[in-house]
């Protein structure tokens, strides 16, 4: 089968692989997971208008934001560089990203953590923050933004420790179940990406002995 | 907002089949557009809530569901298929997701057929030694799930040294990687419960 596909597509450019490279070779055998990433990507930060009877609020600059702050917390910089760039793109101040950076920063940790359900997995339980906005960053971003970082921050290190009252934080601040679904998957996806970026980059930078012989 | 009060959420991990309740409305059957089909890829998923929950943002969806399919089912070369749910799996049991977990054990144990070692990593977690291969691949999984990202190179010398090569390799990154993404959907959109009698 052959699937025609932009080279190099973000994953590309965030590994930093090389055309006809080993990397380039290993994705090209899994082309569709390949493009279908890449068209993830797009759906999330480059949307087509959203169906009759949808509404589209969740804006670009605010789509990039979320992907800054999920970006910083897993402390990558060329993750960061990469959506901080696209934040700019769509018209972000510098006071927002400087914002977002600062509040990454504040909630930064290592996860996954989180609690079970009580029983056996209790002896699990890790606990962690539960990470809020500060009042000053809050004056910067709004309350919209605010609600979506701290469910970001939920997402990304303590994702067991979600419950259903939760999202009524996201309700309350403007959020509807169709952008809720958005946001769950920008930041989801997000963790895949960085993940897959990580992971093949290192790949990259140990080629196969065996290659040489 | 839904909630489920009379819901008492399975506390052990398992490889029982499980139900999924979601707390927001998905979308109704009524508002399933050609672009909501095209989402849902296979039309018989109309039928579950979590992915017509996803289905309001259908072009995402979409694009996951794809993803997802070949990374998991492409059987070209590079890891078997029950290697690749052996990820799914450890992912899942790293991250918490009992209900991820339940899907992917069941298929690691399917393809395998290795359900008392599957089991061990259920019941142990992540730590459980189960073989020097399978090891590799949990403790490679497990890697590339923490926050901050702990994989590197010790974690591909590993895999080679168990006989893997660079797609194989690779199969486990996207293995491990797209289990980050399912874990967080299914963990912060519904909550798992035992199947009605």
Known sequence: MTVVHAFPDVIDQLVGVVAGGAVDEVRARRPLARLHAQQSYQAIFEPAPPPPGHDGAFSAVERFA????????????????????????????????????????????????????????????????????????????????????????????????????????LLDAGWSPDEIVTLSQLVSFLSFQVRVVVGLRALSELPAVAAAA | MITHPDNVEPNAFTQAQLDWLPWLPPLPQAQLTERHLAGLV???????????????????????????????????????????????????????????????????????????????????????????????????????????????????QALRAVGLDDLAISDVIHGAAFFNWANRLMLSLGEPALPAA
């Open chain 1, 66 to 169: 979320v992907a800054t702050f999920v970006a910083a917390l897993h402390r990558q910089p060329a993750f960061i560089a990469f959506y901080a760039t696209g934040l700019s793109r769509a018209g972000a101040s510098t006071a927002v990203q400087e914002t977002l950076i600062a509040a990454a920063q504040q909630g930064a940790t290592s996860g996954p953590y989180g609690s079970y359900p009580a029983g056996a997995l209790s002896a699990e339980d890790v606990q962690g923050p539960n990470y809020t906005v500060s009042a000053a960053h809050r004056a910067v971003l709004g309350v919209r933004l605010a609600a979506a970082l701290a469910h970001a921050h939920l997402l990304v290190l303590h994702p067991r420790d979600a419950k259903a009252e939760g999202l009524r934080a």
């Open chain 2, 42 to 156: 296979d039309a018989a998923r109309a039928k579950s809530p979590y992915f017509m929950l996803l289905a309001r943002d259908p072009d995402i969806l979409g694009a996951r569901t794809r993803t997802d399919k070949d990374i998991f089912y492409n059987v070209e070369a590079g890891l078997p298929r029950a290697e690749r749910e052996l990820a799914a799996t450890a992912t899942s049991r790293f991250n918490g997701c009992i209900y991820c977990a339940s899907v992917h054990a069941r298929f690691a144990s399917h393809f395998s057929p290795r359900s008392a070692d599957v089991q061990r990593l259920l019941d142990e977690g992540v730590s459980a030694r189960l073989d020097p291969r399978w090891d590799a691949i949990v403790a490679a999984s497990v890697a590339l799930t923490s926050t901050p990202i702990e994989f590197g190179a010790s974690h591909i």
